[in-house]
């Protein structure tokens, strides 16, 4: 079994937009147009099973001390195989290299993000208010109910 990490292009959004629609019809992920995907395509990982496209995440970039994973979904077919914690690892390395403080997820998976060396805070503690424009969005708001989560970098 061969795994491939890798920055994609735009020829990728479709089957990208494929693989979380059913995370985005439930309400786990928010809907990424194709023009906001293409616009946003240098923060995105994708990770390759044997050259099928397995799983993708986003590093948002918000300021100079924080960013933030986003859209992150592995396919059902390839779970187990632990690629959400090495796409979560992959925006770590990301921001380092960046030199950002802070990587934050909102998320319903706090085990999982715990296990990639998260903790817990409040969301009152997001320091930069442009987060929550995406917010409205949310087929949940006002009403939210993901748990803030930091890795300090």
């Known amino acids: 079994m061969e795994i491939t990490f890798l920055k994609p292009d735009v020829s990728h959004i479709t089957l990208m937009q494929e693989l979380v629609k059913e995370e985005v019809d439930n309400g786990n992920i928010l809907l990424r147009t194709e023009d906001e995907m293409a616009n946003t395509i240098r923060s995105y990982t994708v990770v390759e099973v044997d050259g099928v496209m397995a799983g993708f995440t986003a590093l948002h970039i918000h300021s100079a001390r924080l960013a933030e994973v ?61 987060i929550w424009a995406d917010c409205i969005r949310c087929k949940h708001f006002p009403i939210c109910d993901e748990i803030a989560m930091v890795h300090d970098l």
């Open 70 to 130: 986003r859209s992150l979904v592995v396919s059902k077919k390839f779970r187990g195989l632990k690629l959400g914690l090495k796409l979560v690892q992959a925006c770590i390395d990301e921001g380092r290299e960046y030199k950002l403080k802070q990587i934050l997820s909102l998320t319903y998976a706090k085990s999982f993000f715990e296990t990639a060396g998260f903790r817990m805070i409040e969301k009152e503690e997001i320091p930069e208010h442009k």
